[in-house]
Structures are given as C-alpha cells and as structure tokens.
C-alpha cells in the first residue's frame, strides 16, 4: 500500500525517519522511482504502517522514499503490534489489496515463503492471502517440495484445521463417536476436523456396522475399526483396500518435468487441465457445508457424474496403455 490509509490500533504518531528500518517487503525488486517521485508531489501521504517491537517499515517505503525526497525527516507511522511472521502476512495483504500492485512474481515468492513458515496452512488459505489461484499455490507446493504439517492436517481459510489424508478423519470421528455416542455430529465434526456432512456419514456406517471409511478411500493396511453399533468390522480384500491410491501432487509434479509432456504444447496444457481437475479431500470438507440442503442432490448427482469421467478417462488410458508398445510406456 503507498496511497490509502491504513487503520491500526492507536493514533498515529511522528517519528524521525531516522529511526526506522528498511521493510522486510514482499516486492522482490524494491521501490519503484516513478511512484516515489509521484507520491513525492502529493500533498499529503497516508500514515506508514510500522512494527512496533522493531521499528521496522511494514506497508509505505515510498512514502518514506517521497518523504524523503522532499526533504523531510520525519514521517506518521501507525504502530503494528505482531511477530514477523505475522507483518508479513499484513505486508503482503497491504500490497495485494492497494497501492501499486505486487507482479505476479512478488505473490509467487511471498506465496513459497508462506508455505515454508506454515504448512499447515491449506492452498485456498495461502491463495487468499497472496491473491493467487489455489491451483497456482498449490503447484509451488509441489515444486518447492515443501514439507507437509506434521500432524497430517492443513488450516483452512476459516481457521479449522482438517486432515489431507480423508480416511484420517474419518478414523478419528470414529474414535470420538465410540467414546460419546451421543454426541453432536457438529461436535464430532469439530474434533476431528471433518466437515458435518461426513461425520453424519461415519456414524451411519458405524450404527450398521460397516467401516467408517469407504473402500475408496482405505489404504493397504488397516486395523478392525471398533463400531459403535456391532462388533468390529475386519477388512475385506477389494479394489479399494488392496491398492492404495497414488499422491496426485507427486505425480502431477513427475508429469510436468517429464521433456516429453513439458516441451510439447498439448502436454503443457493437460498439465494444467489436470491440475485444475483434481481435488484434495481437504479442499472439498472447506466447502461442503456451503451446499445449501436443496442443492445437495444435485451436487451429489453432478459429483458421480465427474468421477464417471475420470473412470472413463482412466479406463482409455489403461486400455491404451495395454494396446501401445514403445519407449516410456508402462
């Protein structure tokens, strides 16, 4: 931000500039000099935004340039009170929000530095930060071979936390569910950071005495799940529970570095089609509850349809992958 005002806590103050310290800005090439010489002629400037426990400029280098530039040696601050982390976070909010714009590289690299300091963090949460597509954050992730949370879980943008690995949680509303039956399904939901909807579904299963979690989603080795409802369910061999499904991330970030796809036009472009087709389980428990009760069906419905494509889609390449002899091929 360098031509809006900013509204922090206390009253703004004056402080020589002398005091302050350069910004630890997310703009990965400075001041630009236009702007500061535009700013330079304006008659009056908005306050900065600065740490306090640092002194240390947030949002507003080229006011401090401008001011500066006109001779002046003291400038009005508005104080930020948080750690460093967090005046990142509120330099980058500052600069995507107003002011000259952050280049698609600034958000880029602020985006990589905010998945290193919070894996937690879900992609559509950094993406809202950053003012990126969760598509796009979730490639850096990828390419930056960033480290997962290590509780296997990522925050989403209303600050719960849900598990990437689906069957997780699912196992750990199981848990609860065995411990308080009758609890509400939006306090089962809460503590095992699943969304309503599948902790109404992993009860379900339970009362009938099935596995909490479906065969699509059980990986290779799983132990009986005590059922709230009958003795406990021992696995059964299947598609789904013989097999576990591959990390789309790894594959999708193998694809784009193979020559064969990233130096052909089409392949580039299916990168990208599948980048924006696939889903995580965290991404769908952040949204689901917004499906308004009328509209469930529906999106149930247009749901099956979808994954009918995808079958369809894997089924060809399986069928050509089966009939095509030749370098590269499985």
Do not use: K
């Not at 922090?8 to 500039?17: K, L």
């Not at 419905?301 to 399986?318: D, H, I, M, N, T």
């Amino acid at each position: 931000m360098d031509d809006a005002a900013t509204s922090e806590g206390p009253a703004p103050a004056r402080v020589p500039i002398s005091s302050l310290l350069p910004a630890d800005s997310p703009r990965l090439t400075g001041e630009n000099p236009e702007h500061v010489e535009s700013l330079a002629a304006a008659r009056n400037l908005p306050p900065i935004l600065v740490q306090r426990g640092t002194m240390r400029v947030i949002d507003g280098m080229h006011r401090v340039r401008a001011a500066l530039l006109r001779g002046e040696d003291t400038i009005t601050v508005t104080f930020f009170e948080g750690d460093d982390g967090e005046a990142f976070l509120r330099a980058v909010d500052a600069n995507i929000t107003h002011g000259l714009p952050l280049s698609l590289a600034d958000r880029e690299a602020a985006a990589r530095r905010i998945l290193a300091t919070r894996p937690q963090w879900s992609d559509r949460t950094v993406a809202a930060a950053t003012g990126l597509s969760h598509t796009t954050v979730g490639a850096i992730r990828r390419r930056s071979g960033l480290p997962a949370a290590r509780d296997g879980s990522r925050v989403g943008r209303d600050g719960r936390a849900r598990p990437v690995d689906a069957a997780a949680g699912r196992r750990r509303a199981s848990e609860v569910i065995a411990m308080q039956p009758d609890a509400p399904l939006r306090a089962i939901a809460r503590e095992a950071g699943i969304s309503v909807g599948t902790a109404r579904d992993v009860r379900e299963r339970l009362r009938a005495g099935r596995d909490p979690v479906p065969d699509s989603q059980r990986g290779p080795a799983r132990e009986p799940v005590p059922s709230a409802g009958g003795p406990a369910e021992s696995p059964r061999p299947s598609a789904g529970s013989i097999r576990q499904g591959p990390d789309w991330r790894s594959v999708v970030g193998s694809l784009s570095r193979d020559p064969a796809v990233r130096y052909a036009q089409n392949g580039r472009a299916f990168v990208r089609w599948v980048d924006g087709h696939v889903i995580e389980p965290v991404e769908w428990c952040e949204l689901i509850d917004a499906v308004p009760p009328h509209w469930r069906n529906s999106m149930a419905e247009l749901a099956r349809s979808c994954a009918g494509a995808w079958l369809e889609f894997a089924q060809e390449l399986e069928q050509r992958a089966r009939t095509t002899s030749g370098p590269g091929v499985a």
